[in-house]
């Protein structure tokens, strides 16, 4: 018997909707139209105006400062829910409360564990995400996890810059299995910047792990916050006799006084994607673009196609 393929429709919540814009032209369908409606008191209802019966329904949101983007997210899969919808997907870049990952401390949450119990109990059959803090988030859900890799895109323009003595980094001691992955790709040498914390985001110290005399750094990591330990780290990495430091960070958070910092800091360049939208443009910043990865992943789902061959740079 031939596969059986439902009619698709892209929805995006409203913070991510730039990408998703981009998502739907590289896919070659438009946007589904969906309405948010606000209340005085800040109580928001999503509602679809078109019908997604009987359709396989991808909802595009990232979850970053999760509170109002996450809900929103919850509030789309139950109404594409309750409206009788095939098969839902959600589409999350970026997954917020990913950082809480485990117990690191007596009486804390794990918040990537209570989002996945939210995701799952709204409706969704399906998760499609990219870069996860910890991979091992994936088994937090019980049904089909597809885990994007950034690398295919990162890879391309790291090779484009034509760096002679190229040395792959690691912002701290729980990125090395990032680092030494990308690396590969490059058959480059590792060295891990070992910070010590007082407490988030404030770095008590931090030391090289390796030689970097002569070397053009780039260093990896997924999330860019405030971006101090990238700044502390590339001036630490210049000092012990580096050619240059660049980064590569797929999901730009950049809270706080970051755009300033990333801008005084050593760093030549950060390279981030669009999973999050920036909130202004920096000359040290260049955004590379997740949409197309994405519109193959939402067409191979929906053909029932592998997931990985897109991982192949």
């Known amino acids: 018997m031939p596969l059986q393929f439902n009619p698709v429709k892209l929805f995006a919540g409203t913070g991510t909707k730039a990408l998703a814009l981009k998502i739907a032209e590289s896919y070659g ?38 509170n109002d983007n996450l809900m929103e997210l919850l509030l789309m899969i139950d109404a594409a829910k309750r409206a009788s919808a095939h098969y839902i997907t959600a589409v999350v870049p970026y997954y917020g409360l990913a950082r809480q990952d485990r117990k690191d401390k007596p009486r804390v949450a794990i918040g990537a564990k209570l989002v996945a119990n939210l995701l799952k109990s709204a409706g969704i059959h399906r998760i499609m995400t990219m870069d996860l803090h910890a991979a091992q988030i994936q088994g937090f859900f019980d049904i089909p996890v597809d885990h994007l890799d950034a690398s295919v895109i990162f890879v391309p ?17 729980g990125g090395s ?81 970051a755009y300033e910092t990333v801008e005084n800091s ?28 994405f519109a193959k992943a939402i067409a191979n789902v929906n053909e029932h196609g592998s997931i990985s061959e897109l991982f192949k740079v």
């Open 177 to 257: 299995y990032r680092a030494r992955t990308f690396a590969k790709f490059f058959n480059a040498e590792v060295v891990i910047c070992d910070k010590r914390r007082k407490r988030a985001n404030e770095i008590e110290s931090m030391s090289i792990i390796g030689d970097v005399t002569g070397q053009d750094i780039v260093l990896i990591d997924d999330i860019c916050d405030t971006a101090g330990t990238l700044s502390k780290a590339a001036a630490l990495i210049m000092e012990k006799g580096a050619k240059s430091v660049r980064a590569v960070c797929t999901h730009p958070v950049l809270s706080g006084k």
């Open 157 to 173: 323009y790291i090779k484009s810059l034509g760096l002679e003595n190229l040395t792959i980094a690691s912002p701290d001691m």
């Open 29 to 66: 369908k438009p946007l589904g139209d969906v309405t948010l409606n606000r209340f005085s008191d800040g109580e928001f209802q999503p509602s679809y105006d078109e019908t997604v019966r009987g359709c396989d329904v991808f909802l595009i949101a990232s979850t970053y400062q999760p």
């Open 266 to 293: 050593m760093l030549s360049e950060l390279i981030v994607t669009d999973t999050i939208p920036l909130k202004q443009t920096s000359p040290k910043i260049r955004v590379l673009s997740t949409a197309d990865l």
